[in-house]
């Protein structure tokens, strides 16, 4: 019976699939109809090698209908495309056997359905003997920094490794240096393909997904050594948003005015975004990550009443894009823990709540280094003070925070909601919101450390009112400004989290003037605007 139902959804899934592909076909064919004759001065190299194998996630739908929609407005669009052009890719690679070649079928067959009626430059792989050579017994440490004609491609390459293996830091043994081999075999060859386009083709603008992933990472480097202008897309705060940004997408850096302050409209529209939060109603990127949220329970508020004040420690998936920005103050968020770990130590009057992010336990993205591997290896358990929180565990932080002296994160999103909550909230990585003075956030570890024990030894820890007021500012900004809403094309495909399908529109509905997300895109990137909906 088992078999039987399985097959069912298999055929139902197979169905649903088609349908999506024959609504992208249409809107593709509708739209070539509809566009006029190019204009060459209007050229934009679009490139995302790294959104999906099969389907629309929402990265490659952000690409596509910015694509249609720069064309209807006469824009020359060129699409570079992969054509089995890499000997592994960071969506195609089975970590656990990395020599499995790449599905390109599949992928190739996707790529025929979204750039269909469309200007498409194939890139290919070619083998390049001397690189291929000087690879060949190359150490893990030197991979982190080889270059090879000048191209940074160990460092191009490193974010995508620490993400395909699910770690930061990477296993010296001969699967992760032959991937991290076949990476720069790739990279290599993106460059040199990336870089003739460049250069035939003299676009006004590149976009790429992301900017951290090898293959846009890559082009992302050659188009800035040709000084050509590069903008990079990510998801945005509010569900089937993009971000877009002249800078790096994954940092989500922002301008944000001194004058700008919010009304009271705006506090009332932010303070709404907020209950629903509050509760754990809300995604990123397709995502819920709190199928349920309860409250503390009986046992956990009891033990919390037997120490003289709590602390709650909110830490990250380690091997996500964002983290490379955030190492500023300590190495990395393990070298953080660590020396939290002694401070909890000397701390026993003290309880300190230590919670893993909810996506550390994702299926198909589980975290291979993870804070409760941590926890486990530095017996953090044992201690009497402390309590481990693990990524599927649902109970409300929010009620943690309002009973906390204060708030520790590396640089969690939750640092920001604990501001606004009145917390006051010690930060020891870069995060999207300390632009801003939104935390207590020391420019040193030295500092940083001195500033934990006076807080951990102060009878009362104050918030500033400041910082809970450029929070507010800051989430506003991030929501409702820089997050470009595409829910008006796109819906939930009921097949993948995070895959989207289209919704039923016209092309002339892609048109800026009907749009203000797909404005402020066309604003950026044909006319040097900010990216950013109307105030």
């Given at each position: 019976m088992?078999l039987?139902k399985r097959?069912?959804?298999?055929?139902?899934?197979?169905?649903?699939?088609r349908?999506?592909?024959?609504?992208?076909?249409?809107?593709?064919?509708?739209?070539?109809?509809?566009?006029?004759k190019?204009?060459?001065?209007?050229?934009?190299l679009?490139?995302?090698a790294?959104?999906?194998?099969t389907?629309l996630?929402?990265?490659?739908?952000?690409?596509?209908l910015?694509?249609?929609?720069?064309?209807?407005?006469?824009?020359?669009?060129?699409?570079?495309?992969?054509?089995?052009?890499?000997?592994?890719?960071?969506?195609?690679?089975?970590r656990?056997d990395v020599?499995?070649?790449?599905?390109c079928?599949?992928?190739?067959?996707?790529?025929?359905?979204?750039?269909?009626?469309?200007?498409?430059?194939?890139?290919?792989?070619?083998?390049?003997?001397?690189?291929a050579?000087?690879?060949?017994?190359?150490?893990?440490?030197?991979?982190?920094?080889?270059?090879?004609?000048d191209?940074?491609?160990?460092?191009?390459?490193?974010?995508?490794?620490?993400?395909?293996?699910?770690?930061h830091?990477?296993?010296?043994?001969?699967?992760?240096?032959?991937?991290y081999?076949?990476?720069?075999?790739?990279?290599?060859?993106?460059?040199?393909?990336?870089?003739w386009?460049?250069?035939?083709?003299?676009?006004?603008?590149?976009t790429?997904?992301?900017?951290?992933?090898?293959?846009?990472?890559?082009?992302?480097?050659v188009?800035?050594q040709?000084d050509v202008?590069?903008f990079?897309?990510?998801?945005?705060l509010?569900?089937f948003s993009?971000?877009?940004?002249?800078?790096?997408?994954?940092?989500?850096?922002?301008?944000?005015p001194e004058?700008?302050?919010?009304?009271?409209?705006?506090?009332t529209?932010?303070?709404?975004?907020?209950?629903?939060?509050?509760?754990?109603?809300?995604?990123?990127?397709?995502?819920q990550?709190?199928?349920?949220?309860t409250?503390?329970d009986a046992?956990l508020?009891?033990?919390?009443?037997?120490?003289r004040?709590i602390v709650?420690?909110f830490?990250?998936?380690?091997f996500?894009?964002s983290?490379p920005?955030?190492?500023?103050i300590?190495?990395?968020?393990?070298?953080?823990l660590?020396?939290?770990?002694?401070?909890?130590?000397?701390?026993?009057?003290?309880?300190?709540v230590i919670?893993a992010?909810?996506d550390?336990?994702?299926?198909g993205?589980?975290?291979q280094?993870?804070?409760?591997?941590w926890?486990?290896?530095?017996?953090?358990?044992?201690?009497?003070?402390v309590i481990?929180?693990?990524?599927?565990?649902?109970?409300?932080?929010?009620e943690?925070?309002?009973?906390a002296?204060?708030?520790m994160?590396?640089?969690?999103?939750?640092?920001?909601?604990?501001?606004i909550?009145?917390?006051?909230?010690?930060?020891?990585?870069?995060?999207?919101f300390?632009?801003?003075e939104?935390?207590?956030?020391?420019?040193?570890?030295?500092?940083?450390?001195a500033?934990?024990e006076?807080?951990?030894?102060?009878?009362?820890?104050?918030?500033l009112?400041?910082?809970?007021?450029n929070?507010?500012?800051?989430?506003?900004?991030?929501?409702?400004?820089?997050?470009?809403?595409?829910?008006?094309?796109?819906?939930?495909?009921?097949?993948?989290?995070?895959f989207?399908?289209?919704?039923?529109?016209?092309?002339?509905?892609?048109?800026?003037?009907?749009?203000?997300?797909?404005?402020?895109?066309?604003?950026?990137?044909l006319?040097g605007?900010?990216?950013?909906?109307?105030n």
């Amino acid at each position: 019976m088992n078999l039987i139902k399985r097959s069912r959804k298999h055929l139902a899934t197979r169905s649903l699939r088609r349908q999506i592909n024959q609504d992208i076909l249409k809107m593709a064919n509708l739209v070539a109809k509809a566009a006029p004759k190019p204009d060459d001065q209007l050229t934009i190299l679009s490139f995302n090698a790294s959104t999906r194998i099969t389907g629309l996630s929402l990265n490659a739908a952000f690409a596509l209908l910015t694509g249609w929609s720069l064309r209807l407005q006469g824009a020359r669009v060129i699409n570079f495309v992969c054509h089995q052009g890499m000997t592994r890719c960071v969506m195609g690679t089975n970590r656990s056997d990395v020599y499995q070649l790449p599905p390109c079928r599949q992928c190739l067959m996707q790529s025929k359905v979204i750039y269909a009626h469309s200007n498409v430059k194939k890139f290919t792989f070619s083998p390049n003997a001397e690189l291929a050579e000087l690879l060949k017994d190359t150490e893990l440490a030197n991979l982190y920094h080889f270059r090879y004609e000048d191209i940074p491609l160990g460092q191009l390459c490193l974010p995508s490794m620490r993400w395909v293996l699910r770690r930061h830091h990477l296993e010296d043994d001969e699967p992760t240096r032959v991937l991290y081999r076949y990476f720069i075999l790739s990279a290599y060859k993106v460059a040199m393909q990336f870089d003739w386009q460049v250069i035939t083709e003299s676009p006004q603008a590149v976009t790429v997904f992301n900017g951290m992933f090898f293959p846009e990472a890559t082009a992302r480097w050659v188009a800035h050594q040709r000084d050509v202008p590069v903008f990079s897309h990510e998801v945005g705060l509010r569900p089937f948003s993009a971000f877009f940004t002249a800078g790096e997408a994954t940092a989500y850096q922002v301008e944000i005015p001194e004058s700008f302050q919010l009304t009271p409209v705006q506090d009332t529209q932010l303070d709404e975004y907020l209950s629903q939060r509050f509760r754990g109603d809300f995604s990123m990127a397709g995502i819920q990550f709190w199928p349920e949220m309860t409250g503390l329970d009986a046992p956990l508020v009891e033990k919390i009443e037997a120490f003289r004040q709590i602390v709650p420690i909110f830490t990250n998936v380690i091997f996500d894009t964002s983290q490379p920005h955030a190492n500023v103050i300590f190495q990395d968020m393990f070298a953080w823990l660590d020396e939290v770990l002694k401070v909890i130590k000397v701390h026993p009057e003290t309880l300190f709540v230590i919670r893993a992010h909810p996506d550390e336990s994702r299926p198909g993205k589980a975290s291979q280094e993870s804070v409760a591997a941590w926890v486990q290896n530095q017996e953090v358990e044992s201690l009497p003070n402390v309590i481990f929180v693990g990524p599927d565990e649902y109970f409300s932080s929010y009620e943690m925070i309002q009973k906390a002296k204060f708030v520790m994160i590396y640089n969690s999103t939750i640092g920001m909601e604990a501001v606004i909550l009145g917390a006051p909230v010690l930060c020891a990585g870069k995060a999207r919101f300390t632009q801003l003075e939104t935390v207590f956030f020391p420019k040193s570890q030295a500092e940083y450390l001195a500033r934990l024990e006076e807080f951990l030894g102060a009878d009362k820890v104050h918030a500033l009112e400041q910082h809970r007021v450029n929070a507010r500012r800051f989430l506003y900004f991030q929501l409702f400004r820089t997050s470009l809403s595409f829910d008006r094309y796109l819906e939930a495909d009921g097949i993948l989290p995070g895959f989207v399908r289209l919704k039923d529109f016209a092309p002339e509905d892609l048109l800026p003037e009907r749009s203000p997300a797909l404005k402020a895109i066309s604003d950026g990137l044909l006319h040097g605007g900010e990216f950013l909906l109307p105030n």
